[in-house]
């Protein structure tokens, strides 16, 4: 099979339209990650164990789970007279996915804040949620940043998985696209190129602020 530039052409403002179900699908689930990662951390530390042991099975059960199976609790939720929208689904299931590993970078954070800090802040009457946001920035905040990015690129390249419930991203476009014009090479390799393009100069940007916060 030859390069078709026409069908490339014409697929050009659908593969547009995609990546902007993508991003906006990566986004939302890296807020969604973000704050509830956040929660896991803080419970995970709590010092009464009926709050720490339940959350601690929910994130490993998670964790340790496949998303694709996740995403598939999409067809299941209408039996718990609980729906929501494809892109929605997709959302929660990213999110939640990724929190639990999220969780573990605000625990390293959290715990590489050294003991000396918390009692002078304890010392200053600080209150706890005071102690998390004024803990020195070079001990726990710059690694939580680097990782957290790393995080949202590999929720990017995730992200075609809630496809297979029906969101119209990149990859169900491409194979709409496909489907209709029997042509398959030119939507996979611009959706490819199209991840290349946004995923490479983030994951060099991350590299750099390693770098960067590492001094």
Do not use: C
């Amino acid at each position: 099979m030859t390069w078709d530039w026409d069908v490339a052409r014409d697929f050009l403002p659908d593969l547009l339209d995609g990546l902007l179900i993508t991003l906006q699908a990566t986004a939302l689930g890296s807020v969604l990650a973000f704050a509830l990662g956040l929660v896991w951390a803080l419970a995970l530390r709590s010092p009464t164990r009926f709050v720490r042991w339940p959350v601690g099975v929910f994130v490993e059960f998670i964790r340790n789970t496949p998303l694709l199976v996740q995403l598939f609790f999409y067809w299941v939720l209408p039996s718990w007279d609980i729906k929501f929208s494809a892109l929605t689904t997709g959302v929660i299931a990213l999110g939640l996915h990724y929190s639990t590993y999220v969780a573990e970078v605000y625990r390293a954070g959290i715990d590489g804040v050294p003991v000396g800090q918390w009692e002078a802040a304890t010392a200053l009457t600080h209150g706890a949620r005071a102690d998390l946001v004024r803990g020195d920035p070079a001990a726990g905040h710059p690694p939580r940043g680097a990782a957290l990015g790393n995080y949202v690129i590999a929720m990017l390249k995730d992200s075609p998985m809630i496809a297979l419930i029906g969101v119209t991203d990149m990859l169900q476009k491409a194979r709409s696209e496909g489907a209709t014009s029997f042509q398959y090479i030119e939507p996979y390799t611009m959706v490819g190129i199209a991840f290349i393009l946004i995923s490479y100069p983030a994951s060099l940007l991350m590299r750099a602020l390693e770098r960067r916060l590492g001094h």
